[in-house]
């Protein structure tokens, strides 16, 4: 059966022992997990990924029903999870031990998927969709926790955190801990304080700038470029970032053309790519044909030859070429 995350505060937790935790918002799901399953079920947890378990199934599968596994309760968490390891689960929910719960962890799925589809049938099971954060729900958490521990604090200030954080509920966590144990000690805090205590010293991931450019999301990739310090070392590591995701790109754009399916095409990249970055690749894939995409390599592997022969200047040729094709980007929308 499916329930509403909003729901499980009126839920009993304990009346179900398998459930399904899916979707892109990450953050909420281990915020779920640490608040309301971990205080309501054995203080003996054990992670698995479903990767590690798939590789060895009867090894799984001795531990799980030896009863001696049982000499306390266990909360089991399965990460990754996909319509692989249906067969299993139903085998373990047939023989029904009562010692365990088991929290099956998984992004998104889609409505075909055999996982989500048991799940949502079955009687015995639970699933919970947890869906993006949008910025009314984040705004909403940030204000709880200021009004809990009692501090007052500017529209100013909040719109910050949020925005400096990516607009994600677990770096939101880690910039509200800073400036609440901030304002504890000074009594108040106002924007410069802020500014300071929040990640403008911290740079944005090289690969999610990298991501954001080839998606063409001109606003993000502008914003991850005003927060970075980088250094000369970095640019070249962006450079070969953009070279990696460009050859990436290639092979699935080619595997696409040749089977026209996009997740046949997914499933048989190597390395293969991770669940929470299909979303942004798909945007990549609409936006770039073929030829351009050799094009813009060509480009990249010219630009780093330039880079290394002008190091001083490297930051401007490295800005000049993000920027002008953003603005070129965005004067064609």
Do not use: C
């Given at each position: 059966?499916?329930?509403?995350?909003?729901?499980?505060?009126?839920?009993?937790?304990?009346?179900?022992?398998?459930?399904?935790?899916?979707?892109?918002?990450?953050?909420?799901?281990?915020?779920?997990?640490?608040?309301?399953?971990?205080?309501?079920?054995?203080?003996?947890?054990?992670?698995?990924?479903?990767?590690?378990?798939?590789?060895?199934?009867?090894?799984?599968?001795?531990?799980?029903?030896?009863?001696?596994?049982?000499?306390?309760?266990?909360?089991?968490?399965?990460k990754r999870a996909?319509?692989?390891?249906?067969?299993?689960?139903?085998?373990?929910?047939?023989?029904?031990?009562?010692?365990?719960?088991?929290?099956?962890?998984?992004?998104?799925?889609?409505?075909?998927?055999?996982?989500?589809?048991?799940?949502?049938?079955?009687?015995?099971?639970?699933?919970?969709?947890?869906?993006e954060d949008n910025?009314?729900?984040?705004?909403?958490?940030?204000?709880?926790?200021?009004?809990?521990?009692?501090?007052?604090?500017?529209?100013?200030?909040?719109?910050?955190?949020?925005?400096?954080?990516?607009?994600?509920?677990?770096?939101?966590?880690?910039?509200?801990?800073?400036?609440?144990?901030?304002?504890?000690?000074?009594?108040?805090?106002?924007?410069?304080?802020?500014?300071?205590?929040?990640?403008?010293?911290?740079?944005?991931?090289?690969?999610?700038?990298?991501?954001?450019?080839?998606?063409?999301?001109?606003?993000?990739?502008?914003?991850?470029?005003?927060?970075?310090?980088?250094?000369?070392?970095?640019?070249?590591?962006?450079?070969?970032?953009?070279?990696?995701?460009?050859?990436?790109?290639?092979?699935?754009?080619?595997?696409?053309?040749?089977?026209?399916?996009?997740?046949?095409?997914?499933?048989?990249?190597?390395?293969?790519?991770?669940?929470?970055?299909?979303?942004?690749?798909?945007?990549?894939?609409?936006?770039?044909?073929?030829?351009?995409?050799?094009?813009?390599?060509?480009?990249?592997?010219?630009?780093?030859?330039?880079?290394?022969?002008?190091?001083?200047?490297?930051?401007?040729?490295?800005?000049?070429?993000?920027?002008?094709?953003?603005?070129?980007?965005?004067?064609?929308?």
């Amino acid at each position: 059966m499916q329930i509403k995350y909003q729901e499980l505060k009126n839920f009993k937790i304990n009346s179900v022992n398998y459930y399904l935790l899916y979707g892109a918002n990450s953050g909420l799901i281990h915020e779920t997990i640490d608040k309301i399953f971990k205080p309501n079920s054995s203080k003996n947890v054990l992670n698995y990924e479903e990767i590690d378990i798939l590789g060895n199934v009867q090894s799984f599968k001795e531990q799980l029903f030896n009863k001696s596994f049982f000499d306390n309760d266990k909360l089991i968490i399965i990460k990754r999870a996909s319509d692989k390891i249906l067969d299993l689960i139903k085998e373990i929910i047939e023989k029904s031990p009562e010692e365990i719960k088991i929290l099956i962890i998984s992004g998104t799925l889609e409505k075909k998927s055999k996982l989500r589809n048991y799940f949502e049938k079955e009687d015995k099971t639970v699933i919970i969709p947890f869906y993006e954060d949008n910025y009314q729900s984040l705004l909403l958490m940030v204000q709880k926790t200021f009004k809990e521990k009692k501090i007052n604090v500017s529209n100013e200030i909040i719109n910050l955190i949020i925005e400096r954080s990516r607009r994600d509920r677990i770096n939101i966590a880690n910039e509200l801990e800073k400036i609440i144990s901030y304002a504890k000690v000074n009594n108040k805090i106002n924007i410069k304080d802020a500014l300071k205590l929040t990640n403008l010293s911290e740079n944005y991931g090289i690969s999610e700038l990298v991501d954001q450019k080839l998606a063409k999301n001109v606003k993000k990739t502008i914003n991850i470029l005003n927060e970075n310090n980088l250094t000369p070392e970095d640019n070249i590591l962006i450079l070969r970032t953009f070279i990696n995701k460009l050859k990436r790109l290639k092979k699935l754009k080619k595997n696409i053309e040749i089977n026209n399916n996009i997740e046949k095409a997914f499933s048989s990249l190597r390395p293969p790519i991770f669940w929470k970055d299909k979303n942004i690749i798909k945007q990549q894939l609409n936006m770039w044909s073929l030829t351009e995409i050799n094009l813009l390599l060509a480009k990249v592997n010219n630009l780093e030859l330039l880079i290394k022969q002008n190091n001083q200047i490297s930051d401007q040729i490295l800005n000049n070429f993000i920027l002008e094709n953003s603005l070129a980007t965005n004067s064609g929308a």
